[in-house]
C-alpha cells in the first residue's frame, strides 16, 4: 500500500526557512513523480513543484521559484521541500502526492493519484 506522510511544518517569522518531509513506502521514488501542494483557508490547491522519478527533473510554480528547494533521498525514501525566504502567503497546510512516473513531471493536481494527510505550515511574526 503506497504511503505519504509529510512533516516538518511549524511556525515560523516571515524571512524564515523550514524543510518539509515527505516519507513515502518502498519504490514510491522509483515509479512515481512526487508533487508537493499546498492549500490555505479559502482559497484553492496550489501545485508548487514536482520532482520526477525519470531524471530528477524539477518543476516550480512561480510563486516559490528560487525560494523553494525540492530534493529526494533514495535511501530514506524521502522527499524533501525546503523553503526559504517564507512570506505570510506561504502559510497553509502543505501536502505531497505521487503521479505516473511515465507523466512529463506536473504540478497540476489532477494528475495526483495519492496523497498525504499533510503538514501545517504558519508564517507570522
Known amino acids: 500500500q503506497l504511503q505519504l506522510v509529510e512533516s516538518g511544518g511549524g511556525l515560523v517569522q516571515p524571512g524564515g526557512s523550514l524543510r518539509l518531509s515527505c516519507a513515502t513506502s518502498?519504490?514510491?521514488?522509483?515509479?512515481?513523480?512526487l508533487g508537493w501542494f499546498r492549500q490555505a483557508p479559502g482559497k484553492e490547491r496550489e501545485g508548487l513543484s514536482c520532482i520526477s522519478a525519470r531524471d530528477g527533473g524539477t518543476v516550480y510554480a512561480d510563486s516559490v521559484k528560487g525560494r523553494f528547494t525540492v530534493s529526494r533521498d533514495f535511501v530514506k525514501r524521502t522527499v524533501y521541500l525546503q523553503m526559504t525566504n517564507l512570506k505570510p502567503e506561504d502559510a497553509g497546510v502543505y501536502y505531497c502526492a505521487v503521479e505516473n512516473r511515465y507523466l512529463d513531471c506536473s504540478i497540476y493536481d489532477d494528475r495526483y493519484t495519492d496523497w498525504g494527510q499533510g503538514t501545517q505550515v504558519t508564517v507570522s511574526s
Open positions: 518502498e519504490f514510491v521514488l522509483d515509479y512515481y513523480n
